[in-house]
């Protein structure tokens, strides 16, 4: 089955750029979605489709897929993105949706 | 304004059986794929099974194949899953997620705030 693969964790400084990777095998011929979750609430959609921001996601939040890679970078941080965030696939070898292991964003 | 909201869950022993629900209300209910994703404490996201928008196409997590199933009743905008045979590691929060089209499941672009199924003897 396919696995996606993100660090445990990432720590950024305010005001500075936090880059989440989430890998896997050719992932940028798939389309990810990368979702946002605070302690004690709902995952919630930053990024669908590599790059397209839903409506009400701020514009520091961007997305890029490709070779092996896909990245969520979150410029201007603030300490209210602290978060865990997780990237998904559908993967259609296997008609299966795939989460990855998610990433803790701290905020220094 | 797209709302999601879960019940069923509960306490429940091992091998026992539970029938969660969602409710649909905001969105033309039959026009959304929909799926359950899981989450056990402290972990993270889990797939567990989705269905599209006109119910005759479902798809479910290799691991969890003949113990849930998903289904869904677009008169009552509900969807709902069946589960059997429960074991200690189905303690889990269970959402119900809306994808944006009527396929399966593709992305997830509402979620409801879950319900908590614990499994314990």
């Known amino acids: 089955s396919y696995v996606l693969t993100q660090p445990p964790s990432v720590s950024v400084a305010p005001l500075q750029t936090a880059r989440i990777p989430c890998g896997g095998n050719n992932i940028g011929s798939q389309s990810v979605h990368w979702y946002q979750q605070k302690p004690g609430q709902a995952p919630v959609l930053v990024i669908s489709y590599d790059s397209d921001r839903p409506s009400g996601i701020p514009e520091r939040f961007s997305g890029s897929n490709s070779g092996n890679t896909a990245t969520l970078t979150i410029s201007r941080v603030e300490a209210g993105d602290e978060a865990d965030y997780y990237c998904?696939?559908?993967?259609?070898?296997?008609?299966?949706?795939?989460f990855g292991g998610g990433t803790k964003l701290t905020v220094l | 304004e797209v709302q999601l909201v879960e019940s069923g869950g509960g306490v429940v022993r091992p091998g026992g059986s539970l029938r969660l629900s969602c409710v649909a209300s905001?969105?033309?209910?039959?026009?959304?794929?929909m799926s359950w994703v899981r989450q056990a404490p402290g972990k993270g996201l889990e797939w567990v099974s989705g269905?599209?928008?006109?119910?005759?196409?479902?798809g479910d997590a290799d691991s969890l194949k003949g113990r849930f199933t998903i289904s869904r009743d677009n008169a009552k905008n509900s969807l709902f899953l069946q589960i059997n045979s429960l074991r200690v590691e189905d303690t889990a929060l269970y959402y119900c997620?809306?994808?944006?089209?009527?396929?399966?499941?593709?992305?997830?672009?509402?979620w409801g705030q879950g319900t908590l199924v614990t499994v314990s003897s």
């Open positions: 997620a809306r994808s944006p089209g009527q396929n399966l499941v593709d992305v997830f672009d509402y």
């Open positions: 905001g969105f033309t209910f039959d026009e959304h794929g």
């Open positions: 998904q696939v559908w993967d259609s070898g296997s008609d299966h949706v795939v």
């Open positions: 269905i599209n928008g006109n119910g005759d196409s479902t």
